[in-house]
């Protein structure tokens, strides 16, 4: 983009900002669109997706004008980059579910699925009873988040709170209590 094109833009973006001057967030939108169109298509591979994230930088534009400090071209850009990992974030969480209950679901030949299986009461209390053994092996803080967080669905913002430290240590908590539950029912499991 030539300087004085850039120029231009901090222009528009300076009359946006001191009189939300809508004329000039669409002239903003007219003069950028092509570039961070071309440069979301160069990212993500394809045009929907392109289209997609374009859109949403537009829409982050005319909700977040105020808080641009420079180039409205690279701040449009970030967005799109921000969004399309978040984009793909998303879709490895949904493979990895879909992975998850395949696993789930996939039983030997003459086994009983695990549906069948959860119906069983006998097999929910012996379940039961080796949670709760797994739950009471861990270490004091990390047993307290893992039933704050998923006996009392609490956020880690009042989990941090309550146990008086940082959310980070919270999550921290949780994610190594859980990885340690895990862990501990499949040892029990191939006992």
């Not at 809508?22 to 169109?37: H, N, P, S, Y």
């Not at 045009?47 to 808080?67: H, K, N, P, W």
């Not at 609490?154 to 190594?176: K, N, P, T």
Request: glycine share 6%.
């Amino acid at each position: 983009m030539k300087p004085e094109d850039r120029d231009e833009l901090h222009q528009l973006l300076r009359r946006l900002q001191e009189a939300n001057d809508r004329g000039a967030l669409c002239e903003i939108i007219d003069k950028t669109q092509d570039r961070v169109f071309r440069y979301a298509r160069l990212l993500a591979g394809n045009d929907d997706l392109a289209s997609d994230l374009t859109q949403g930088a537009f829409l982050a534009l005319t909700r977040g004008y105020g808080r641009i400090e420079s180039d409205v071209l690279a701040w449009l850009k970030g967005v799109v980059r921000t969004s399309l990992r978040a984009h793909f974030r998303a879709v490895q969480k949904r493979q990895a579910a879909l992975q998850g209950l395949a696993l789930l679901m996939a039983t030997p030949e003459g086994q009983p699925s695990i549906l069948e299986k959860l119906l069983d009461e006998e097999y929910r209390q012996r379940l039961g009873q080796r949670l709760g053994a797994a739950l009471r092996s861990l270490p004091p803080r990390r047993r307290e988040c893992i039933r704050l967080r998923y006996l009392e669905q609490r956020g880690y913002d009042e989990i941090a709170e309550e146990m008086g430290v940082a959310v980070s240590s919270a999550h921290s908590y949780c994610c190594m209590g859980l990885r340690e539950l895990r862990a501990r029912m499949a040892w029990e499991e191939e006992e």
